[in-house]
């Protein structure tokens, strides 16, 4: 009994100025329902854990604008309909490993039958965002709680604030109009390796499971120096890891691009053992495990 | 969706609110004040509209964060629990402004929430659902405490949300202005600690949320291009015929989830955005359900403004230390946002929520 990663799905662009987070989210979130064999209105919760989105919109919830989009119980709430909830979640490149265990944790209670999780991050347009570092991307996944079936069966979370300004993106008045600038410290991603690596070790240790044990590592790509450094870190072979040629690009949407490889190169499939990692700004590190 | 509690063996515990604080500026802005500093000549009379007649701003000294921290630590004080023995802190707030108007994206608010009350064993993350945020964040935390996964979380937001309201002053000249929600904003910081509850308490009985997302293009608010901090958009005409069609349907559906009548009900206490408003949609809620709560809803929005994902946790801390709320009392906390979010918790007071503000004056 468990929560069982039913479909997952990627949306990107070869045109990243001319693309939207809402839109991209809408597509991911259209191609993982279809592949779920289910639809838009058989989603009870919808988290969006994408962060750069058209104007920065901080109100409404990013989630509600694409819950409307693609047509999940949009309309008012009457009898023998049981409604869609969503909202966003903001936990860096962390906010879909976050969304999953909030997903998790409503599925397990039986509150919910379906969840959806989705990420994606463009370019704010309108001039806020001089010199957008990430790639126009977005992805989903759908989730369902499967009685007989293996899953998600815990998560771990480790945080260090001292490493806080290592990354750090924040909107400003500079000369007249707001701008976002985001700075990354060229140690920002070793040190993220080190923290996923600790809440990795935590987690596999809860379970009774050894870094050899693990058949598959599915890391947030976040960047070149944190997938070097993270094997050593986890303590397992590179050749464990997923890794996505160019997404280290890729934000809040990272960890879903690699799920999506691995279902892809017909890896995730075949683990008995699955480790999600992820790290982000905080530093904010965490990992979820799979077993079969 | 809708949790009650308990519910069997996949979450047999009952979450119950332990603490709660809350930091309001010391400078309070009068509406007379606000619409005097309009840059056009309007003819409103806002505080005649919404009932405001103040609301508490930050000089520029305080922020977000600071608002977040100090209602944190207020909440802490009040709590039987240590910082490092919080498992959870989630922080809900819509503006994420530190050092005056600098809106951090990354990282999340609620590393530094954490941080600086000494939270070092909780996880953190924020979550952003409009002024739902923080009735969200609890329905989020009392998941993980029903299913035993948790025993305590704080949830926990700082809104330095003022801002908006100087820049509506600069570009509102009519009743139409889709900025005119803006003059009613004030800032605020509230915290709660939710916890599992002892056996055979009644705790958080039922939560329910739902997006009506039809109506998802009502209220926007994103950074200013020319102005400093942020603008918002708003229908509020709009948002509160919705409110009023949707909200007897939900209640009654919260209520029943409850095995529970309107009448049954002490207190409700409904997102703070207009007196006027208030009393309206909640005068529409008891006819359509046929009775009314033992007290009149609750309402600082003249006192305070709306403080957007604060204004539940102000307004019952401003209850609690009116020494109005008394152990056994029912009382629904009533979520209406942009979104459009409509959510509900449904908990009864306890002895030791009524201590925590026992020795204020």
Known sequence: ?292 | MMERSPNGSRAPYVARLESVGRCLPATRLTTDKLMASTRHHTRIDLERLTGIHERRVSDGHEHSLSLAASAAADCLSRSRHRPEDLELVVSCSITKYRDDLVQWLEPPMSVAVAESIGAVNAVTFDLSNACAGMLTGVFVVANRIRRGEIRRGMVVSGEYISQLGVNAAAHVRSLMSRELASLTLGDAGAAVIVERAPDGARGIEVAGFTTVSQHSRLCFAYPAKHDLGARMFTNARAIHRVAIADMPFLFQETLEAAGLEIGDIDYVIPHQTSARAIRKGMGEVCEALGDTPRHQAVVTVDRYGNTASTTHFVALVEELRAGRLHAGDRVVLVALASGLEIGFVLFTVDEELVGTYGNDD
Request: proline share 5%.
């Open chain 1, 1 to 292: 009994m468990a929560t069982t990663i039913e479909a997952v799905a990627v949306a990107s662009s070869r045109w990243p100025t001319r693309r939207s987070a809402r839109k991209l989210a809408d597509d991911a979130i259209r191609t993982s329902v279809a592949r779920a064999g289910v639809t838009t209105n058989d989603i009870d919760l919808l988290l969006n854990a994408g962060l750069y989105r058209e104007r920065i919109l901080g109100e409404p919830a990013l989630a509600a604008l694409i819950q409307t989009d693609v047509g999940a119980n949009p309309e008012d709430p009457h009898d023998g309909r049981h409604g869609t909830f969503s909202f966003d979640v903001a936990n860096g490149t962390c906010g879909p490993l976050t969304a999953l265990q909030i997903a998790d944790g409503f599925l397990r209670a039986g509150t919910v039958q379906h969840a959806l999780i989705v990420a994606s991050d463009a370019d704010p347009g309108r001039g806020l965002a001089p010199r957008f570092p990430f790639a126009a991307s977005g992805a989903a996944v759908v989730c369902r709680w499967d009685d007989d079936g293996g899953g998600l069966v815990g998560f771990r979370w480790e945080t260090s604030p001292r490493d806080g300004d290592l990354l750090r993106a924040r909107v400003a008045f500079e000369r007249g109009r707001n701008v976002l600038r985001i700075e990354e410290d060229p140690a920002f991603g070793e040190r993220a390796a080190a923290w996923a690596g600790k809440a990795a070790a935590a987690l596999l240790a809860d379970h009774g499971v050894g870094p050899d044990d693990v058949d598959l590592v599915i890391p947030s790509p976040l960047t070149a120096a944190f997938l070097d450094a993270l094997p050593a870190h986890l303590g397992v072979d590179g050749d464990r890891l997923v890794t996505v040629p160019g997404a280290d690009r890729v934000h809040t949407a990272g960890l879903l691009v690699a799920l999506a490889a691995a279902h892809e190169q017909g890896r995730f499939g075949d683990a008995r053992r699955v480790l999600l990692v992820s790290a982000s700004a905080g530093i904010v590190a965490g990992a979820a495990l799979i077993t079969r």
